[in-house]
């Protein structure tokens, strides 16, 4: 049984820092590309972050460059997501995504809400 479980969510002032945790299981982690997607209210879902199977690549959106970090632990088959200077428009439920578009194979996480405000 494939499971996406986010963790690290919650409230956080202007500025601040949190990291999000997703582990995998029931899929062969080291397979497959790992993205952060988010959803804010009243707006469409977006790609936040994405790492290579590997780990040898990553890319972001422009909104979090220079701020946001996505890392891989296939040793534990958990993938993180470091956020840095956090800005009230950050607020969001954050998505972990596992794709392998070889397989046309997709999973999603539940979602971890992430709240910045003073």
């Known amino acids: 049984q494939v499971q996406l479980v986010e963790s690290g969510g919650g409230l956080v002032q202007p500025g601040g820092s949190l990291r999000l945790s997703c582990a995998a299981s029931g899929f062969t982690f080291s397979t497959y590309t790992m993205n952060w997607y988010r959803q804010a209210p009243g707006k469409e879902r977006e790609l936040v972050a994405a790492?290579?199977?590997?780990?040898?690549?990553?890319n972001y959106a422009d909104s979090v460059k220079g701020r946001f970090t996505i890392s891989r632990d296939h040793a534990k088959n958990t993938v993180y997501l470091q956020m840095n200077s956090l800005k009230p428009e950050d607020t969001a439920v954050y998505y972990c995504n596992a794709a392998n578009t070889y397989h046309r194979k997709n999973y999603w996480g539940q979602g971890t809400q992430v709240t910045v405000s003073s």
């Open positions: 790492i290579s199977n590997t780990g040898g690549s990553t």
